[in-house]
């Protein structure tokens, strides 16, 4: 289990808090931990949250909408439920848009599997990317880095972008 740093720890050298606390997502299950970070002064404070991204939605989870946070580089699925899950994701495979890294291309890929399923398929990964076939339209639109900070997208509206 995670413990609280002690004064000998590096971090508790450059802060007076560096500590730990543990949770769940009760929709998903999933384990949080959140890192406190504060400065000795007190001007910085903030607690950053890490989680598991799912290979896929639940079983019984339709898929709603897509939910991109631009601010904070997040992709989200939402369920018909309202419920939020991270979109799923391979391990070690993070979505992105734009044209750097693979992030673009991963998002691309996910997409077209899920648009060409009518969103029944929402399961990350699949055969090798060399013999998968991503959508050229939705590839060139997440390369196109759309501007909005927060953007929703539905089914319907990511097929619209598929058909150009
Ligand atoms: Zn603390």
Redesign the pocket.
């Known amino acids: 289990m995670w413990t609280r740093d002690t004064d000998s720890s590096p971090a508790a050298l450059r802060s007076n ?1 560096a ?1 730990y606390r543990t949770s769940y997502d009760p929709q998903f299950g999933l384990p949080v931990v959140g890192e ?1 970070y ?1 400065t000795v002064g007190g001007d910085t404070d903030n607690w950053t949250y890490t989680t598991y991204t799912p290979l896929d939605l639940r079983p019984d989870d339709v898929f709603a909408s897509l939910i991109i946070d631009g601010e904070n580089g997040l992709f989200w699925a939402r369920t018909a439920d309202g419920a939020l899950s991270l979109l799923p994701q391979e391990e070690g495979c993070g979505y992105g848009f734009g044209r750097t890294g693979g992030g673009p291309t991963a998002l691309a890929d996910y997409l077209t599997k899920l648009i060409a399923s009518n969103g029944k398929d929402t399961t990350a990964g699949g055969p090798p990317y060399s013999i998968r076939t991503v959508d050229q339209q939705i590839l060139t639109w997440v390369e196109s880095k759309p501007k909005a900070r927060h953007l929703e997208l539905t089914l319907e509206e990511l097929q619209a972008i598929q058909r150009g």
């Open positions: 808090c500590c406190h504060r």
